[in-house]
């Protein structure tokens, strides 16, 4: 693949401006590379890889694409499951996808260290791996429980020459203040605070933006070259979000060629897996919220649980946060995609199941989709479903070790937490404009 395809001259409206944050004393400046921006508002369609950037991807994409049939077998499957396996990178996930890209731009723009937070540490060690690529420094904040839970994906970042961070951490004023705090939306305020301390730093994230979804649209791309040269059709496509790079990097690419007409009549249906933990996309609102701990970034509109929604713990590892991508939640409330919450029992079940069938380990994120594909592809009829599976889950055994010893639990929805949460943001929906 040698261009990125955009979907939002497909969309029917424009995106919802971003407001200026409740701590703003001022204008709000942003550290984003122009092209960056640019990627994140043009109605271009396609955008050519940098070479640089696309010499890394040929060492590692495509991706494979295969059908699951023994999967398929495991779950009592009707229909065919195809699966689309984004693990088998150095990062071990389809955040490097985006991660080269952006270490790219940034060093084009004079960038030297790129800061970020991570929840799984996924998307920390992509960003550690392309920085690396690049010559930039990195340094990590990552959601401490998760980081003491998996310790090697710390050894792994620091391999790669990154400096990593527990959060919350003294270094920072807003992880002194929350000492007991564990999310990412606290992880990566202290990222966005500590980038500012210095004229060459930036504060860099790998999900939630629109740029890095049109990065991973690659996946969807492939994904649909590798179907017709299996002459093989579906009808459903799956994908975990946690902001939604990655159910966006698969499923939009299906969205904006059946739009442009280069597919069948009926367009598939594009379904979000999401934690019970964290379900915005199937029980939040659709508002402005805060996008991390600091309040200092531009608020933008998305379903969201509240940024001050206590997140119970589960192995959700990246799907951890609060609010859902910009582009994709505008998408849900056009009912463009669907939505389905599945908690962590499930899911790591699921994650086992693809195990003892496929031969490979997904990680905890990645058995979310799993158990959604399994649960539409065992339910109904149609010509198939297609599912990413993410990240593997190798760093990820100490979530299999307790699903093994049976002391796993799905905490239910804070309906009184997530009013309080939530009651207080303003609506976003009449925000949305018709395109003229």
């Not at 994908?239 to 597919?263: M, Q, R, W, Y």
Request: charged content about 15%.
């Amino acid at each position: 693949m040698t261009a990125w395809r955009s979907v939002l001259p497909h969309l029917g409206y424009d995106l919802p401006a971003d407001l200026s944050p409740p701590a703003a004393t001022g204008p709000v400046t942003t550290q984003v590379p122009l092209e960056l921006v640019r990627q994140s508002i043009s109605r271009r369609e396609w955008w050519p890889v940098p070479e640089p950037v696309a010499e890394i991807y040929r060492t590692y994409r495509p991706t494979p694409l295969w059908r699951a049939v023994r999967f398929e077998a495991a779950v009592g499957a009707r229909v065919p499951i195809y699966v689309k396996y984004e693990g088998g990178n150095l990062s071990g996930s389809h955040k490097l996808t985006t991660a080269l890209a952006q270490a790219y731009y940034y060093r084009q723009a004079g960038v030297r260290e790129l800061v970020t937070g991570t929840g799984a540490g996924q998307w920390g060690t992509a960003l550690a791996t392309a920085c690396a690529a690049f010559g930039l420094s990195c340094t990590v904040f990552m959601v401490g429980g998760s980081l003491r839970a998996k310790p090697y994906r710390g050894s792994l970042m620091r391999l790669l020459g990154a400096t990593v961070h527990a959060s919350p951490s003294p270094l920072t004023e807003v992880g002194a203040r929350d000492t007991a705090g564990n999310s990412l939306a606290l992880a990566i305020g202290e990222a966005v605070e500590y980038a500012r301390g210095a004229r060459d730093r930036a504060f860099c994230i790998g999900s939630g933006e629109t740029y890095s979804i049109l990065h991973q649209s690659l996946i969807g791309l492939e994904a649909l070259e590798q179907l017709a040269g299996l002459d093989a059709e579906v009808d459903t496509v799956v994908g975990c979000v946690g902001a939604g790079s990655n159910f966006g990097g698969l499923a939009l690419p299906f969205f904006a060629a059946h739009a442009a007409g280069e597919t069948g009549d009926a367009p598939p249906l594009l379904l979000a897996a999401e934690s019970c933990a964290t379900p915005k996309l199937s029980r939040g609102v659709y508002a402005y919220d805060v996008t991390d701990a600091t309040g200092t970034g531009p608020m933008e509109a998305m379903y969201t649980i509240g940024a001050g929604y206590p997140i119970p713990a589960a192995h959700a590892a990246g799907l951890r946060f609060h609010g859902a991508a910009k582009l994709l939640s505008a998408m849900r409330h056009h009912d463009q995609i669907a939505a389905v919450a599945v908690g962590q029992q499930d899911a790591l079940a699921a994650g086992r199941r693809f195990a003892l069938a496929e031969l490979i380990l997904p990680a905890p994120e990645s058995g979310h989709a799993l158990a959604a594909a399994a649960s539409v592809a065992s339910g109904r009829s149609g010509r198939g479903v297609l599912v990413c599976v993410s990240g593997h889950g190798l760093l990820d055994l100490s979530a299999y070790d307790d699903l093994l010893a049976g002391v796993l639990e799905d905490a239910p929805v804070d309906e009184a937490a997530l009013r309080a949460a939530t009651s207080g943001l303003r609506p976003a929906g009449s925000q949305l404009t018709g395109v003229s």
